[in-house]
């Protein structure tokens, strides 16, 4: 099972509201981490975590708060967001960092209004 | 990390093969090289991966030459379902976590 599941798939939010985006593998993956992709250009790296910490934070401002409660579970929360960070949100997971092969979700497409 | 350069697009037709080279010429020794596809609304898909020379999978084949400073991925016999984005990625097998996506090559496959 080379699964990454992501929920939710669509979400709309408001500038002041509060979400979450929500990630999970059961692959037995250390590294996990979240992409940004806009139409038309490529997924761009926002953080990643390694065996449930912070390893790498992309200069992501801190309307994004990425959590990591356990080896299966990431999750992305949105406050105060704004329309220019209307995109799609890319979930994945690798064994380790160390240049083993990442897979992907499916994505959340994320609208801010 | 190295950075890759690929054709922006290509079209092709059904039933052809279809090769997308990729230029990486600052790559370091350690360094391998993975090819991504991505259809429109969903996550990348891993193709293959190589060091040198040639590797085939059930999808796709890798050429890697000698000086490793560009590879080719040949997809033969594409159908209209391989529309997509393709990309290439040198990938660094220690040091960390960084996986850096280039611009991508969009193949159209025509009927």
């Known amino acids: 099972d080379t699964e990454v599941t992501q929920t939710p798939k669509h979400l709309v939010m408001g500038m002041t509201n509060k979400k979450s985006l929500k990630c999970e593998q059961h692959m037995g993956h250390r590294a996990m981490y979240w992409y940004k992709q806009k139409a038309k250009k490529p997924p761009e790296l926002m953080f990643v975590y390694s065996y449930e910490k912070l390893s790498i934070n992309e200069s992501v401002p801190s309307r994004f708060s990425p959590e990591c409660p356990n080896s299966s579970l990431l999750n992305l929360h949105l406050h105060a967001l704004q329309p220019e960070d209307s995109a799609l949100y890319l979930c994945?997971?690798?064994?380790?960092?160390?240049?083993?092969?990442?897979?992907f979700g499916e994505g959340s497409w994320l609208t801010v209004v | 990390l190295a950075k890759t350069t690929q054709p922006i697009s290509m079209d092709s037709y059904e039933g052809q093969e279809v090769n997308i080279t990729c230029s990486h010429n600052n790559i370091a020794t350690n360094d391998y090289i993975t090819w991504y596809q991505q259809f429109p609304s969903q996550g990348p898909r891993f193709i293959i991966q190589?060091?040198?020379t040639k590797v085939t999978n059930e999808v796709a084949s890798l050429f890697i030459p000698a000086d490793r400073k560009s590879s080719t991925l040949s997809l033969p016999r594409v159908s209209l379902s391989d529309t997509a984005v393709y990309y290439c990625l040198v990938v660094a097998p220690t040091g960390g976590f960084k996986t850096i996506f280039g611009a991508g090559t969009r193949l159209f496959v025509k009927a």
């Open positions: 994945a997971s690798s064994l380790t960092g160390s240049g083993n092969t990442i897979y």
């Open positions: 190589g060091y040198k």
